[in-house]
């Protein structure tokens, strides 16, 4: 396995599991704090879609190596 190749792979995986988590909050209603500001479950619809894409997209291009 090329460094090119364990870079995709390990990416990929790594925004996959994002968009997992992303999604699973949306679902699952979680709500999160990050100091003061309180993050809407909305935002984690696109972000969970974005992640999504780049892990699909990480993986296709290791499928073309």
Known sequence: ??????????SATVFAVVAVAHIARAIA????Q???????????WPAGIATAALSIWG?????DR
């Open 1 to 10: 396995m090329t460094p090119l190749s364990r870079y995709l792979t390990i």
């Open 29 to 32: 209603q979680w709500p999160i």
């Open 34 to 44: 990050i100091g003061p500001i309180a993050v809407p479950v909305e935002l984690s």
């Open 59 to 63: 993986f296709l291009h290791l499928r």
